[in-house]
C-alpha cells in the first residue's frame, strides 16, 4: 500500500484493516533549485483552483491584498491578480522561486476536513519549499502542518478566522533569513533523489509478494 502522507496511510488501514506492506511516498518536488540567491518579489502563489474553491476569511484575504499579489500557475483562481499560464516545469519552478510565499488553502468538498485534504502534500508545497519560498497552510492541513512545523519553513494559519494573520505574516518577513537557513538544512527531504528511488525500487517487491 502507498500513501502520499503517513497520516493517509494510518487512515486506510484503519479503514481496510488489511494487513499489507505500506511505503509513504508524497509529491516530491522533481528537481534541486539552488538556494544561494533569494530575490524574492511581493507575491504569493496560490495554490488550488478549477474544481477546488480557496478557503480564506474575506478580511483577511482583503489584508493580504493590500500587501501582495496573488498569482495562479496554469489554473483558474479567482482570488489571483494574476494567472500565469502553464509554464514547463523547470521555468514553473524558476517563476516559483521569486513569490515571497506560497498559499495552500484549496478545499475540494463542503466538509473543511475531508481527508483527502487534510491529509495531502500537493506537488506545490514541495515544490515552494524546494524553490526557496515559504508556505502558508491552513492549520485543517494536518500532514503539511506536521511538516512545516517540524522543519519550520512555513506559516501555519486558521485562514477562516485569524485576525493576526497579516501580522504574523509581516513577522515571518523579519525571519526571512532563519527560514532559509532551515530551509536549507532539510531541502534533501523535499527533492526525488536517488535514495528515494531506491526505497521505492526495494517495496516492489516486497507488495508482489505479500
Not at 502542518?145 to 493576526?164: D, H
Amino acid at each position: 500500500m502507498i500513501g502520499v502522507s503517513e497520516e493517509a496511510l494510518r487512515m486506510m488501514l484503519e479503514k481496510t484493516m488489511i494487513d499489507k506492506p505500506k511505503l509513504c511516498l508524497p509529491n516530491y518536488a522533481a528537481t534541486r533549485v539552488s538556494l544561494k540567491t533569494c530575490v524574492k518579489n511581493a507575491e504569493i502563489a496560490v495554490v488550488g483552483g478549477t474544481h477546488r474553491k480557496i478557503s480564506i476569511d474575506s478580511s483577511l484575504l482583503n489584508e493580504i491584498k493590500r500587501n501582495y499579489k496573488l498569482i495562479s500557475f496554469g489554473t483558474t483562481c479567482n482570488i489571483a491578480d494574476e494567472q500565469i499560464p502553464f509554464l514547463e516545469y523547470d521555468f514553473m519552478m524558476d517563476r516559483l522561486s521569486k513569490a515571497r510565499f506560497t498559499l495552500l488553502a484549496f478545499q475540494s468538498r463542503t466538509d473543511p476536513q475531508y481527508a483527502n485534504d487534510i491529509y495531502s502534500l500537493p506537488n506545490k508545497f514541495y515544490d515552494s519549499l524546494t524553490a526557496g519560498t515559504r508556505v502558508i497552510i491552513g492549520k485543517r492541513f494536518v500532514s503539511m502542518k506536521k511538516i512545516v512545523e517540524e522543519t519550520q519553513t512555513g506559516i501555519v494559519l486558521n485562514l477562516l478566522e485569524e485576525p493576526k494573520g497579516p501580522s504574523l505574516i509581516q513577522n515571518a518577513l523579519e525571519s526571512y533569513d532563519c527560514y532559509l537557513d532551515n530551509l536549507r538544512a532539510n531541502h534533501d527531504k523535499f527533492v526525488w533523489d536517488n535514495s528515494k528511488e531506491d526505497d521505492f525500487v526495494d517495496f516492489i517487491p516486497a507488495i508482489l509478494n505479500s
